[in-house]
């Protein structure tokens, strides 16, 4: 006969809930139900007098300052410390853990979280534990996919004796006094919706105004704005004109004015001046750092500062302006070289006026002035600094290792020919762990420790070029001649035919250099020494796209700026695929460019303004956008491989993978530009109306800002795993030219009220933005004023800006002064719930029903989960609509479920007129581990 369990499921969130006598609720212990499942921890090993900042795989991130640890005692700790910390986001994740997820709500009611993510995090020294010290909080960004407000708890131990098992049915089984108990504390309380709501017209008899004044003199079309009053409806200290911090609005004589009605309000978190240089011009001494740490700008003379994205002040490091990185560009990509900063982002190399290199550590504290230092890098262990001092025309020009702490570790002085290129002698390969350097006629690969890898000598060396294939050099003589030298075997080749006056172009991902001479093009396979000559191109050069999959001739403009390349002659254009088959050959244009997908297995071409059609890697023609509409002037990929089209007129066209036109807005005049963001939004940029960001689908202007670019896109560090990450809901305006501030802005939810807009006053010196209430009558001045802009106004602004964006996770941080376990919660709701009589059928080879714990996932994210222990039969409630599983732990550490196709499957009408039901719940025969517990209970899709 079947083994018949009668539970009684009171579930959190039903009618019937469980008052307790003590106002925070009861105290629980952490119980881990399984024997097979081991808690995994990731493990980091720190130095307590030194910063460190904690990636981890999953996109999280922990900030920890220096000297942040005490032991028990409170005395400081030295030396080594061993951090551990792991993460919580799935229904398996909580349920392994044992962690109790129940708390009292403001009325003293025991109710089930829900959870946005969980983390665990404590530390030792010599085996000992240890705390946060209480002037140090260490910041913990954890990436969650869960979206939406939660407020956060802190699981604090607790000396209350009345201790529960962590279910809804307390039935209490007292633990020995020696075991720790826990209750959950609230920490931080999201905001309530509707708090933050718009601000409603004030009803009272005075409102706020306020004018300005323009100048009329030169900008005539402003005469109808002058004596206009505007009535504020703003919502921040920083766009309220009235604000001690905004004297200089009134003051100013404006010469533009733009207006809009985006959907929400935008908020300027900060504005940072940037610094002018001996010529009177702001400097371009702009950089965003990796990892979404921020961006450096160098504000004043004399010193640097690191901003974080919420507008925080983080760090000013005093006598430098700038940074040196490279930075390139393809298609919708941005790929930067981050190594002026360590792999553990807790130094930085900076640079003053002077051009000397300065090494800091990320409080701002100045560890180094090495002086002069060319070319200086990182190594890949972030302990190392490599760089080159002194010069050929001095005579002392070596290349030096030194320490995290600035002391010399290796000098490799350099003998340089009379026939070397100048400052051209050694370079860092990618992966930064090893450097090429040319001595006379010998060549060497040396890592960063010091020590000689390979070495090899070559008559007459004139430059080297590092190739991404197999980490060869190419090595190029002053007698022309063309080698490479494959250092892992220690094996030269050299090119068979004479190789005088040639160029050459490397392949990213084979063993083949192109090599350009006499009018020809020739693959030369360097790993086979094979040839082959690429047919039907007439003196042009060959160069390869950025991943390798496409050669394109020298007259190809590669997209990556907007930039575009007049040429006065017309000459034909050649596209191959990267076994040199000719794909096209493009003559109609003087020039074209190229822009391709993600992958490099779509491509759109654009030549003048008379074409514009996608080809797939074959060069098979998969559409031409004019036909679809001859006005359509640009076209760019997006990230997911849709594509957005723009027009002469201000129309906007989203495109799907299938190359249909599935939405379109009409964004504005012909004098604005526009430029993708995430897949389905986009910018646009112009004289008429201020920056703003659009939702194609939509239809409408969601956000407005300033009149400059705004940049919220992501680049990629080729060098390193590091990238670029504006935070969602923040965006960042600045120009590259000479403008005078850089802009964070929050993307609020606050929704304008009928009859607001967005206003931006600029002049060359200054601009403000804010927001009115603007009547019928205000509106018709507005129009007639921007008429008359438009006439003056006689050439067209062209910005097109390419950028990435690859979608990240929702970053929840907080600030923490005590190690142990955080939560970001918030109590279930089941207004839909429904409660059964419920029998629990486990067949017949469960004897030890005692033992048996259940649980019941749900939520619409899978994120509840509510533990049960065996007893009376009562009610069960669960919500229909919701993921619902219902899983048993039984005495061997075997699972049984009854899965959420059967819960989809019930007969909800005849549940409720039944009132009771058994659920048939299935033995696993696999015994429980993570892999099983991850399988069945994945995330719905």
């Given at each position: 006969m079947n083994k018949i369990l009668q539970l009684f499921f009171a579930f959190g969130i039903c009618s019937f809930f469980i008052a307790c006598n003590h106002s925070d609720g009861p105290a629980y212990r952490i119980e881990p139900p399984f024997k097979s499942i081991p808690p995994h921890y990731d493990t980091f090993e720190l130095n307590a007098s030194e910063p460190k900042m904690l990636r981890l795989p999953g996109g999280s991130s922990i900030e920890i300052p220096a000297n942040a640890f005490v032991d028990k005692s409170g005395k400081p700790v030295t030396g080594k410390v061993e951090l551990k910390y792991r993460?919580?986001?799935?229904?398996?994740?909580?349920?392994?853990?044992?962690?109790?997820?129940?708390?009292?709500?403001?009325?003293?009611?025991?109710?089930?979280?829900?959870?946005g993510g969980m983390f665990e995090i404590s530390a030792t020294a010599n085996g000992q534990e240890i705390d946060i010290a209480k002037d140090k909080k260490i910041n913990v960004h954890m990436a969650s996919d869960v979206e939406g407000d939660f407020d956060f708890y802190y699981l604090e131990e607790d000396g209350n004796k009345k201790t529960a098992n962590a279910s809804l049915f307390l039935q209490t089984q007292p633990a020995p006094l020696s075991e720790k108990q826990y209750r959950w504390k609230k920490i931080y309380a999201a905001k309530e919706e509707g708090k933050d709501a718009a601000p409603e017209r004030s009803k009272a008899s005075v409102h706020k105004?306020?004018?300005?004044?323009?100048?009329?003199?030169?900008?005539?079309?402003?005469?109808?704005?002058?004596?206009?009053?505007?009535?504020?409806?703003?919502?921040?200290k920083m766009d309220d004109p009235a604000d001690p911090a905004n004297t200089f609005f009134k003051e100013e004589k404006w010469a533009e004015v733009s207006i809009s009605q985006p959907v929400y309000y935008t908020e300027k978190i900060k504005e940072v001046k940037r610094n002018k240089n001996n010529n009177g011009r702001h400097t371009n001494s702009l950089v965003m750092l990796p990892d979404s740490l921020g961006i450096l700008v160098n504000e004043a003379p004399g010193y640097l500062c690191w901003y974080e994205w919420n507008g925080n002040l983080k760090t000013r490091f005093n006598g430098v302006e700038g940074v040196k990185y490279d930075y390139y560009a393809e298609g919708a990509y941005g790929y930067e070289n981050f190594s002026f900063i360590n792999k553990q982002q807790s130094h930085l190399l900076l640079f003053d006026e002077n051009n000397h290199c300065k090494l800091f550590s990320v409080n701002g504290k100045l560890i180094k002035d090495f002086g002069v230092l060319s070319d200086p890098s990182f190594d890949h262990t972030g302990n190392k600094i490599i760089g080159q001092t002194g010069t050929a025309a001095s005579g002392n020009l070596s290349v030096v290792i030194f320490s995290i702490t600035g002391e010399v570790l290796h000098t490799f002085p350099v003998t340089v020919a009379p026939y070397s290129i100048i400052n051209d002698y050694w370079q860092l390969f990618d992966d930064q762990s090893k450097f090429a350097l040319i001595n006379n006629d010998k060549i060497s690969v040396i890592d960063t420790d010091g020590k000689t890898i390979s070495s090899t000598h070559i008559d007459k060396i004139y430059y080297l070029d590092l190739l991404s294939y197999h980490q060869a050099i190419a090595v190029h003589t002053y007698d022309s001649q063309l080698w490479v030298w494959d250092w892992k075997k220690n094996k030269s080749l050299k090119v068979k035919f004479d190789a005088a006056s040639y160029s050459t172009s490397m392949s990213p991902k084979e063993p083949v250099i192109i090599i350009h001479k006499d009018h020809k093009n020739v693959f030369w396979n360097w790993e086979n020494d094979t040839y082959k000559e690429i047919a039907n191109v007439n003196n042009v050069g060959l160069y390869y796209s950025f991943k390798g999959n496409f050669i394109?001739?020298?007259?190809?403009?590669?997209?990556?700026?907007?930039?575009?390349?007049?040429?006065?002659?017309?000459?034909?254009?050649?596209?191959?695929?990267?076994?040199?088959?000719?794909?096209?050959?493009?003559?109609?244009?003087?020039?074209?460019?190229?822009?391709?997908?993600?992958?490099?297995?779509?491509?759109?071409?654009?030549?003048?303004?008379?074409?514009?059609?996608?080809?797939?890697?074959?060069?098979?023609?998969?559409?031409?956008?004019?036909?679809?509409?001859?006005?359509?002037?640009?076209?760019?990929?997006?990230?997911?491989?849709?594509?957005?089209?723009?027009?002469?007129?201000?129309?906007?066209?989203?495109?799907?993978?299938?190359?249909?036109?599935?939405?379109?807005v009409v964004a504005h005049t012909k004098m604005t530009s526009f430029f993708p963001d995430s897949p389905g939004t986009c910018y646009s940029i112009g004289r008429l109306q201020a920056t703003a960001l659009w939702d194609i689908a939509m239809g409408k202007k969601l956000y407005a800002y300033d009149d400059k670019l705004v940049f919220n896109a992501q680049m990629f560090d080729y060098r390193t795993d590091k990238?670029?990450?504006?935070?969602?809901?923040?965006?960042?305006?600045?120009?590259?030219?000479?403008?005078?501030?850089?802009?964070?802005?929050?993307?609020?939810?606050?929704?304008?009220?009928?009859?607001?807009?967005?206003?931006?006053?600029?002049?060359?010196?200054?601009?403000?933005?804010?927001?009115?209430?603007?009547?019928?009558?205000?509106?018709?001045?507005?129009?007639?004023?921007?008429?008359?802009?438009k006439q003056r106004i006689n050439k067209e602004i062209k910005n097109e800006v390419k950028r990435a964006d690859q979608e990240a996770k929702l970053l929840r941080s907080f600030e923490i002064n005590n190690f142990g376990i955080y939560n970001w919660d918030r109590f279930y709701k089941d207004s839909n719930a429904l409660s059964v009589h419920a029998t629990i059928d486990l067949g017949n080879s469960v004897t030890e029903f005692n033992h048996v714990t259940l649980f019941l996932i749900t939520g619409k994210d899978r994120n509840v989960v509510v533990k049960y222990y065996v007893s009376t039969l009562n009610k069960f409630c669960f919500v229909p609509e919701d993921h619902n599983m219902l899983l048993a732990i039984l005495p061997d550490d075997r699972i049984a479920v009854f899965e959420e196709g059967k819960f989809r499957a019930l007969d909800i009408e005849k549940l409720k007129k039944d009132n009771a039901y058994t659920f048939n719940m299935t033995i696993l025969e696999e015994q429980a581990s993570r892999t099983l517990l991850d399988r069945i209970l994945q995330k719905p899709s």
């Open positions: 993460e919580f986001h799935t229904s398996a994740d909580i349920l392994a853990s044992g962690i109790p997820m129940l708390c009292n709500d403001e009325d003293g009611i025991t109710k089930s979280f829900e959870s105004y306020f004018q300005t004044h323009f100048d009329i003199k030169k900008y005539p079309e402003t005469a109808v704005l002058d004596t206009m009053k505007w009535e504020y409806a703003g919502i921040t394109y001739s020298y007259n190809t403009i590669i997209i990556y700026t907007g930039a575009a390349i007049d040429n006065n002659t017309k000459q034909s254009t050649y596209l191959f695929n990267n076994s040199g088959t000719l794909i096209r050959m493009l003559d109609k244009s003087r020039s074209y460019s190229f822009r391709f997908d993600e992958r490099e297995e779509r491509i759109l071409i654009s030549g003048d303004t008379s074409e514009l059609y996608l080809i797939d890697k074959s060069g098979k023609l998969l559409y031409d956008f004019k036909t679809y509409d001859p006005k359509i002037k640009t076209v760019h990929f997006y990230t997911n491989g849709e594509m957005l089209s723009t027009t002469e007129d201000g129309t906007v066209v989203l495109w799907n993978k299938n190359i249909e036109p599935v939405h379109s990238h670029v990450v504006i935070p969602k809901h923040v965006a960042l305006s600045f120009d590259w030219s000479d403008t005078k501030s850089v802009n964070i802005w929050k993307n609020t939810s606050v929704k304008l009220p009928e009859g607001v807009y967005h206003i931006n006053f600029r002049n060359n010196s200054a601009d403000f933005q804010t927001y009115v209430y603007l009547s019928a009558e205000q509106l018709e001045q507005i129009n007639k004023y921007q008429h008359a802009l």
